[in-house]
């Protein structure tokens, strides 16, 4: 999963993603590893698999991950030409969800760009941008597909008709999300992948000591069917130089409460509506894996291996919390807690699952 922040310069995107860099790096077990230096690989770290892992006698915990992608801040006009962000706009099409980091801190060593601290302002800005992008983004294909169109090609005439109508949301200011995808062309949004599409999770930038997202960025996020969390970047950065011991003292003596990254995270995955299962053997790693709520076993298997899917046969089901209690699979199975299950069988969060397939 994928992830790309956007925001206006020095919003505190980038403390947030030293934060996420440094945590990702100190998390135990899991090997750090950058892709590049502005990509922060992020662990999903989850009690759930540290049981399964326990009980299963697994060699190793390999948790799942979140990439985050920093980008430069961008500024009005940046679809003009204004400042570097919009260059950068690219690379983040081919993200899952966007993590929009608005400042509502009110620190006056920190310089805004626009003279005052107004996250309503900011966050009409940098949504007029992503939306100019888009425009230009659908503009472009349009041009392409309306040719192929014009050969009479059903899928081009279906895409065509979508860009059209996302043309025109867009230029009322409107995001490509509210532009419904057509069943018979359902990869035109992939093709396409407007950043207005992307669900969005708003991170508050507040002032250190403070952990409630404030009223108007919680209006405007609920209003906009995105979810808001709140993290102070800057303290999170600093506690995230020190080890876990010293940070969780300092962060009692604040009066911080759960660390912002978490909520961080965890927000980002509520946003895409996944769930969580696992997979663990003994003397193998024990991993956790993520699907969106609703998936099947044979969607799982995809998220396992293009392999295992091609050659399920069966999987064997338990839920996390049945496999802990037997304490291992062979009791689970005398049970009958372990249950086999065919590749329509709908998966539950917390799920633990074997897939059997012909290699
Ligand atoms: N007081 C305070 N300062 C912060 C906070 N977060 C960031 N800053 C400061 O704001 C400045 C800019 O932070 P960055 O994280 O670099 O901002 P950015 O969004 O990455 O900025 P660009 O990359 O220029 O777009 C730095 O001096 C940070 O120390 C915060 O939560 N509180
Ligand atoms: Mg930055």
């Known amino acids: 999963m994928k992830v790309g922040i956007v925001g206006m310069p020095n919003a505190g995107k980038s403390s947030l993603f030293n934060a996420l860099t440094k945590a990702g790096a100190e998390a135990a077990n899991y090997p750090f590893t950058t892709i590049e230096p502005n990509v922060a690989v992020v662990p999903v770290r989850d009690e759930r698999l540290e049981q399964v892992a326990q009980v299963v006698g697994a060699s190793e915990i390999v948790p799942d991950t979140i990439a985050f992608h920093d980008i430069a801040g961008l500024v009005a006009g940046a679809h003009k030409g204004e400042g570097l962000g919009n260059q950068f706009l690219a690379n983040i099409r081919e993200t899952d969800a966007i993590v929009h980091v608005v400042r509502t801190h009110t620190d006056a060593n ?137 940070a969780a003292a300092m962060r009692a003596d604040l009066g911080a409460g759960e660390p912002g990254l978490e909520r961080v995270v965890r927000g980002a995955f509520e946003l895409l509506e996944l769930l969580a299962f696992f997979t663990a053997g003994e003397g193998k790693p024990a991993q956790s894996w993520h699907l969106r709520r609703g998936g099947t076993a044979w969607e799982a298997a995809g998220e396992i291996h293009s392999d295992i899917q091609r050659g399920f046969v069966r999987a064997e089901v338990i839920g996390w919390e049945e496999l802990a209690d037997a304490g291992g699979y062979s009791a689970a199975r005398d049970r009958g807690t372990l249950r086999l299950e065919g590749r329509d069988y709908v998966m539950r969060d917390g799920d633990v699952i074997t897939i059997r397939f012909t290699p």
């Open 110 to 246: 920190v310089v805004h760009s626009e003279g005052s601290v107004d996250p309503t302002r900011d966050i009409d800005t940098i949504e007029t941008e992503l939306v100019y992008a888009d425009l230009e983004q659908a503009e472009r294909r349009h041009s392409r597909v309306v040719r192929e169109a014009r050969g009479g090609d059903r899928r081009a005439i279906a895409e065509e008709r979508w860009l059209s109508e996302v043309i025109a949301a867009l230029q009322q200011g409107r995001p490509a999300r509210t532009v419904p995808v057509p069943d018979d062309a359902p990869d035109v949004a992939r093709l396409l992948q407007p950043l207005t599409g992307k669900p969005v999770l708003f991170v508050a930038n507040v002032d250190e000591g403070s952990d409630e997202v404030p009223a108007d960025v919680l209006a405007h996020a609920r209003t906009h069917g995105a979810r808001a969390v709140a993290v102070s970047s800057r303290l999170e950065a600093e506690l995230s130089e020190l080890d876990d011991e010293e």
